[in-house]
């Protein structure tokens, strides 16, 4: 791992904060002008009659106050602790905010209240030590339980092994050949306010763990690289993925349907951006679901010769997808975290090398290793689309069977 | 002559030195207390500006002014800046101020320390400050740093991070070193420990805290170093390392230093409320016997954080049952806080106003506190919003009010002018709305499922996310208010201010002028003459 330290000179950095500082300004009279517009359309959206608010219950309603009562008999359990722990403490939030408002507005010295100074009761110091130690033990009965039914991973009818990535999710379907990645589908444009929003804006992906309803579906978490942690309020999972270790947790959903949830660790720059996307089906359709997605893996690995244009169309969806999160939709990236792809070494370099740094990725650094994640198709077709996008026209291209033999040379 | 030589050596020269040198080479209390409240107002408006920033991209979806690389770079230096930069120096200025002025001593008790350990922090935070402008930018794994992400996949500045984390963690243990020291050693004849003022009292359980865990966090970020460049695997699985271990060891720092940030407040807050009441405190004994055990405590929940990391049942119910535990000695400060206000004869002056807001707010982070220490429900509230809301109640309205209580309450004893009240209640009454606008809604979208330290969300989140957003402003710009009204305050522009200052204020720190002079109780006090009783007998 390379650590040494490339120290710019003391006037450059000097220019550079000045840079940073006008753009900084720049962007904030931008965004000012166009936020203070923004805020008036919204208030005026939302300070309308309560019944109105009420009344958009949709899926995504906003004004959301509540934890999500949940398709699973344990998700169930939590809500109706989280819904007892809060009335106890609004029980006791109001007896002493009450006591104190009490005496805020009688006993205010403009009104010629008399200070009186008693003080120090050994009666009154254990009465209120006692009572809520009291509260608590009630408290931790229902508690202790559901943790224990939490804890039972015995007994499952499926297991699924979930693999967090920088920025993405890996579901092997355990006795199966079911292996695929699970990555985001909203586009850079989205986020750049290019395009309009779609109603499931950050919280869609191309492939939706699929699982059938009333079965015990048992997760095996673990992580390629750093700590994620993979959470689906619905069904009330938030376990994280461990990078060398295997957490467990479990679920039986009851209703089918599409549950959405999110990455809850801090991953790196992608954590907002690694979506996790339940499908609760019947049992047929999961057992048809199976089948297929175990043939569409097959033919997701054949290779066939593409054309230069071919390779190109592909090339730009698969780059915009996996890979401008980072080196940006226009090449550009954000130096020096980013490096820009538009004009690179690597990219105007030797190929072999624009292969391996794709396929095994740069340790010590973002660039994750793309090989497994991958289909050598999309790996050709991004590796041809970066030596020829954005003016650097190299004009070679890479056939999907080269990638599958560079791999095989590795011994992958 | 000679008689008269050795009477100075003895005492102190009676004016403070001129220019820059009297600020670099002081050994005075006062002086370094005033330097450790100002580089904390200093390091609170950057860290601010930061949040606001952080606001500002999270005003609606989409990204607007950053990218997710640089939020991340100021979530990261917001939490450690406003930790370790603006909350704890602060409460290490007024200990300078108040300690020795409480305690009857003429100065701290180790002086050249003191200086060392306040003249550290500048470099400190200016080397993690540097960082923004190093390749690979700023450190961008959040204030709690979890390893791999800050390990093997850091920017390079993370050495720069840990070195100047190292630094903190000296000056913090040199200034509990001090605390200590002073408190055990330089009290007035006659003021035994059951005497000692509440914020002298929470002072010491803290310095014992900061004492006990300062060490261990320089140890965890030591270890990153060794895996960082010496090729040890502490933290990486790969080599037979333990990532988790990584977090076991940074709360057990992490947890008690939750109260380090909070213990001077809780003394703070029992010396503000029975001056404005006009009542001694309900109950200075189990005051001082909850805190200490509250610091006792501290040591062994540290796991709550951390409940969804895969710990064996066992674990996760201990730690459940003991995060509990911490509520009892917790309500019954504040139980003995609104004791103190029942049938007293009020005014609600600004301290005051700050105090009761503390009381209240820091309740309602309290009271979230206890629903995340059900282990059960924790699943779904863990690395929320619903989290950012706890703490936010606890640190903003909690801690950070407590110590603007304080500077409204001490700043005519320190400057010997009187702040302006108007502006003071103004100041209040701005930040009191802003602080509620700014972090109630947190709790609605954590719920709702928003994780935290997204620099992007979906839409259902936008409307709150909004309101937050302007609540920050409002409360971010409100404090300018604050500050002007301190700068006036320095420029000895108001009414000048009594010894006494407030009508039932107690204590030998309102035995002196205001200002206070430079040197304080050179010849210790008579507690009896002064009919010092503490307020309680």
């Known amino acids: ?412 | 002559m000679t008689d008269h030589q050795t009477a100075t050596t003895h005492e102190h020269s009676a004016a403070p030195a001129t220019g820059i040198k009297r600020w670099l080479y002081t050994t005075n209390h006062k002086d370094i207390g005033s330097m450790y409240l100002i580089f904390s107002l200093v390091m609170l408006l950057i860290g601010g500006s930061m949040a606001l920033l952080i606001r500002s991209e999270l005003f609606q979806p989409g990204l607007q002014l950053m990218q997710p690389e640089f939020f991340n770079q100021m979530t990261t230096l917001h939490g450690i800046i406003m930790v370790f930069g603006a909350i704890m120096p602060a409460f290490v200025g007024m200990a300078n101020w108040l300690i020795p002025m409480m305690v009857g001593a003429p100065d701290m008790a180790l002086p050249r320390i003191n200086n060392w350990s306040f003249w550290l922090l500048p470099f400190a935070f200016g080397m993690v400050l540097s960082t923004l402008f190093m390749e690979g930018g700023a450190p961008n794994f959040g204030w709690t740093f979890y390893a791999p992400l800050s390990t093997t996949y850091a920017p390079p500045s993370v050495t720069f991070f840990i070195f100047s984390v190292h630094i903190m963690g000296i000056s913090s243990v040199m200034g509990a070193v001090n605390v200590i020291a002073t408190i055990m050693n330089m009290r007035a004849p006659g003021m035994n420990y059951m005497k000692m003022p509440m914020f002298v009292w929470t002072w010491l359980i803290t310095a014992f805290l900061l004492l006990a865990v300062m060490p261990v966090l320089a140890g965890v970020v030591t270890m990153m170093l060794m895996d960082i460049h010496f090729g040890t695997s502490f933290f990486d699985a790969a080599g037979g390392g333990d990532p988790v271990m990584f977090q076991h060891i940074f709360w057990f720092f992490g947890h008690p230093e939750v109260y380090i940030m909070i213990l001077p407040a809780f003394g703070i807050v029992s010396h503000i409320i029975p001056t404005f009441a006009r009542k001694p405190l309900f109950g200075y004994h189990s005051m001082v016997i909850a805190t200490s055990s509250i610091a006792v405590l501290s040591f062994i929940v540290w796991a709550h954080h951390m409940f969804t990391v895969g710990m064996p049942l066992v674990g996760e119910l201990f730690f459940m049952y003991s995060t509990m535990l911490i509520a009892v000695p917790t309500g019954v400060e504040v139980f003995n806080w609104v004791a103190t206000m029942f049938r007293g004869s009020m005014t609600f002056e600004t301290p005051m106003l700050f105090s009761i807001a503390f009381v209240v707010l820091f309740t309602i982070g309290g009271l979230s506190g206890l629903m995340l220490a059900i282990a059960p429900a924790d699943f779904q509230y863990h690395d929320t919003y619903f989290v950012v809301a706890h703490f936010h109640y606890v640190l903003v309205p909690g801690a950070l009010f407590s110590i603007i209580a304080g500077v409204y309450f001490w700043i005519p004893k320190w400057t010997g002018v009187m702040y302006n009240e108007g502006m003071g209640k103004f100041h209040f009454w701005l930040s009191f709305v802003g602080v509620n606008l700014t972090f109630f809604p947190m709790h609605f979208i954590g719920l709702a499922g928003m994780p935290r330290r997204i620099p992007d969300y979906a839409l259902q989140f936008a409307d709150f996310n909004m309101v937050a957003s302007i609540g920050a402003f409002l409360f971010g710009l409100s404090q300018l208010i604050f500050v002007y009204n301190i700068i006036q305050c320095i420029r000895q522009r108001g009414c000048p201010a009594s010894p006494q200052v407030w009508e039932g204020a107690e204590g030998l720190e309102w035995t002196v002028d205001s200002p206070a002079p430079y040197h304080t109780f050179q010849t210790p006090p008579d507690l009896d003459k002064l009919q010092y009783s503490n307020g309680h007998n």
């Not at chain 1, 720059?269 to 569409?296: C, F, K, R």
């Not at chain 1, 130096?335 to 070494?345: D, E, I, Q, T």
């Open chain 1, 1 to 412: 791992m390379d650590h040494s330290f490339h120290r710019p000179k003391l006037q450059l950095l000097f220019i550079k904060s000045i840079i940073i500082n006008k753009k900084i300004i720049h962007s904030l009279f931008e965004i000012f002008s166009k936020y203070t517009h923004t805020l008036f359309t919204r208030l005026s959206n939302i300070i309308p009659p309560l019944s109105l608010i009420l009344l958009s219950a949709r899926a995504n309603s906003a004004w959301e106050l509540n934890m999500v009562e949940s398709a699973t008999a344990i998700g169930r359990e939590i809500h109706g602790l989280h819904m007892t722990i809060f009335y106890i403490c609004v029980a006791i939030a109001i007896i002493v905010f009450g006591i104190m408002l009490y005496s805020i507005i009688r006993h205010r010295k403009s009104l010629g209240a008399e200070a009186k100074p008693f003080h120090e009761s050994t009666v009154v110091e254990i009465i209120w030590t006692t009572i809520p130690l009291i509260i608590l033990v009630v408290m931790a009965i229902p508690a202790t339980n559901t943790l224990i039914a939490m804890y039972d991973t015995e007994a499952s009818d499926i297991d699924i092994k979930v693999t967090g990535y920088q920025w993405k999710w890996r579901y092997e379907y355990l006795n199966t050949d079911v292996d695929f990645f699970s990555t985001l589908t909203t586009t850079q444009d989205q986020m750049h306010g290019l395009e309009t929003k779609s109603e499931n804006y950050l919280l869609e992906v191309d492939n939706h763990l699929v699982i059938p309803i009333n079965k015990k579906v048992r997760f095996l978490f673990t992580a390629q690289d750093v700590i994620h942690s993979w959470w689906v309020p619905d069904h009330a999972i938030k376990k994280d993925a461990i990078p060398g270790f295997i957490n467990e947790s479990w679920t039986k959903v009851e209703k089918p349907g599409i549950y959405r949830g999110q990455c809850a660790e801090l991953c790196g720059q992608g954590h907002g951006y690694m979506p996790i996307v339940v499908e609760a089906v019947s049992e047929e359709d999961y057992q048809a679901w199976l089948i297929n997605q175990q043939q569409a893996q097959k033919n997701a690995n054949q290779v066939s010769e593409l054309s230069f244009d071919e390779l190109m169309v592909q090339g730009k969806t698969g780059y915009d997808k996996n890979c401008a999160a980072c080196h940006q939709v226009t090449g550009l990236g954000i130096p020096p975290v980013f490096p820009a792809l538009k004009g690179s070494a690597i990219a105007l370099g030797d190929i072999q090398q624009h292969i391996d740094i794709v396929v095994n990725g740069k340790a010590g650094s973002a660039m994750a290793a793309f090989g497994e994640q991958l289909t050598p198709t999309e790996l050709a077709a991004i590796i041809t689309y970066e030596r020829n996008a954005w003016g650097n026209d190299k004009g070679d291209s890479i056939q999907p069977a080269e990638i599958v033999s560079f791999k095989q040379a590795q011994g992958q």
